[in-house]
């Protein structure tokens, strides 16, 4: 059977020292059959000669190179012009198993689904991964109910690798350029458009966990674009899916937590921030705490915001609030 096309789309920025371990994954893929497109995002360092190097190693290899303008800009001036079937969305410093790319198509084909999501496996610069991650149980979801389990973050989350995607989900819809959260802003609109989506127990992913990741970087103004976005996800779910009220008001509150928990505790430190968080948390802790479903995490921040919001800053060791 002719193997249908898969867009691989790579956004970069100053990767030097991850991304021929990521491009050299995706060389060795099983599955054949593909387009894949480095975006260079303005990068500093070595890495648009990387990406120049390997494209001339490979026909599939497109290499773009572009003024810096975020990862949303780089994944967008690939989305425009790829020309897949299917698409999936690799880190520039993560990289995925040989079979990652075969096993997502075949999940989604078997279940006639418009989205496959695979498990992950988090790795140090250091890890060695020595055996094969092996392939098990799929699942199907409605619409509805991988919306749930998105906004509860089981399984699977709102980071837009580790999932294949059908390339007219996207139709109309790009990712909001200059934000720093671009992945959970547009993820909940595109799984709003899939009849099924099917998750396979397979860690074929490799993410690479970095101290100097954009998300783990000390609070500035912009994390607040976290807030807006999550803003706008409820006011879009809520109405839509009322059954999963109580899925989509955690991951607000978790997401609120998180912003709110990097803020500094000096007083009158980012005051206008810490106000309209602490709106948000008090508008709707009582119905994520009555939720069985909640995270622990979650209700042990929720019981302190109780007793005093500012105490929770305190208990930034408390488990991260997932990642966004």
Same mark, same amino acid.
């Given at each position: 059977?002719?193997?249908?096309?898969?867009?691989?789309?790579?956004?970069?920025?100053?990767?030097?020292?991850?991304?021929?371990?990521?491009?050299?994954?995706?060389?060795?893929?099983?599955?054949?059959?593909?387009?894949?497109?480095?975006?260079?995002?303005?990068?500093?360092?070595?890495?648009?000669?990387?990406?120049?190097?390997?494209?001339?190693?490979?026909?599939?290899?497109?290499?773009? *190179?572009?003024?810096?303008?975020?990862?949303?800009?780089?994944?967008?001036?690939?989305?425009?012009?790829?020309?897949?079937?299917?698409?999936?969305?690799?880190?520039? /410093? /993560?990289?995925?198993?040989?079979?990652?790319?075969?096993?997502?198509?075949?999940?989604?084909?078997?279940?006639?689904?418009?989205?496959?999501?695979?498990?992950?496996?988090?790795?140090?610069?250091?890890?060695?991964?020595?055996?094969?991650?092996?392939?098990?149980?799929?699942?199907?979801?409605?619409?509805?109910?991988?919306?749930?389990?998105?906004?509860?973050?089981?399984?699977? /989350?709102?980071?837009?690798?580790?999932?294949?995607?059908?390339?007219?989900?996207?139709?109309?819809?790009?990712?909001?350029?200059?934000?720093?959260?671009?992945?959970?802003?547009?993820?909940?609109?595109?799984?709003?458009?899939?009849?099924?989506?099917?998750?396979? /127990?397979?860690?074929?992913?490799?993410?690479?966990?970095?101290?100097?990741?954009?998300?783990?970087?000390?609070?500035?103004?912009?994390?607040?674009?976290?807030?807006?976005?999550?803003?706008?996800?409820?006011?879009?779910?809520?109405?839509?899916?009322?059954?999963?009220?109580?899925?989509?008001?955690?991951?607000?509150?978790?997401?609120?937590? *998180?912003?709110?928990?990097?803020?500094?505790?000096?007083?009158?430190?980012?005051?206008?921030?810490?106000?309209?968080?602490?709106?948000?948390?008090?508008?709707?802790?009582?119905?994520?705490?009555?939720?069985?479903?909640?995270?622990?995490?979650?209700?042990?921040?929720?019981?302190?915001?109780?007793?005093?919001?500012?105490?929770?800053?305190?208990?930034?060791?408390?488990?991260?609030?997932?990642?966004?």
């Amino acid at each position: 059977m002719e193997q249908k096309l898969v867009s691989v789309i790579v956004p970069i920025y100053n990767l030097e020292n991850y991304l021929e371990k990521c491009i050299e994954s995706l060389l060795k893929q099983t599955y054949t059959n593909l387009e894949i497109f480095l975006v260079d995002d303005g990068s500093k360092d070595s890495s648009g000669e990387i990406c120049d190097r390997y494209g001339a190693l490979d026909v599939r290899i497109r290499t773009i *190179h572009q003024k810096n303008a975020g990862a949303a800009a780089a994944r967008n001036a690939a989305l425009d012009i790829c020309r897949g079937e299917y698409i999936t969305f690799v880190d520039g /410093d /993560d990289y995925i198993d040989a079979d990652y790319v075969q096993t997502l198509v075949s999940c989604m084909e078997k279940n006639k689904s418009q989205i496959a999501i695979c498990g992950w496996q988090d790795v140090y610069e250091t890890t060695v991964v020595e055996e094969r991650p092996l392939v098990g149980r799929e699942e199907l979801y409605s619409t509805e109910q991988a919306l749930e389990n998105l906004m509860y973050q089981r399984k699977f /989350d709102t980071a837009m690798w580790s999932k294949l995607y059908r390339r007219e989900l996207f139709d109309g819809i790009r990712f909001p350029i200059g934000n720093v959260y671009e992945d959970i802003a547009i993820i909940y609109k595109v799984f709003c458009r899939a009849e099924r989506v099917s998750y396979v /127990d397979y860690k074929g992913y490799f993410y690479l966990l970095r101290e100097q990741g954009t998300t783990l970087q000390a609070f500035k103004p912009k994390k607040m674009d976290l807030i807006d976005v999550v803003d706008e996800m409820a006011a879009f779910l809520l109405p839509r899916y009322p059954r999963i009220r109580s899925a989509v008001l955690c991951k607000y509150m978790r997401a609120n937590f *998180h912003i709110y928990l990097q803020i500094p505790g000096e007083k009158d430190v980012y005051a206008v921030e810490k106000r309209r968080i602490e709106k948000n948390i008090k508008t709707y802790r009582k119905e994520v705490l009555c939720d069985k479903n909640a995270q622990r995490g979650t209700k042990v921040a929720i019981l302190c915001s109780y007793i005093s919001l500012p105490l929770l800053v305190k208990f930034k060791s408390l488990k991260q609030y997932g990642k966004k």
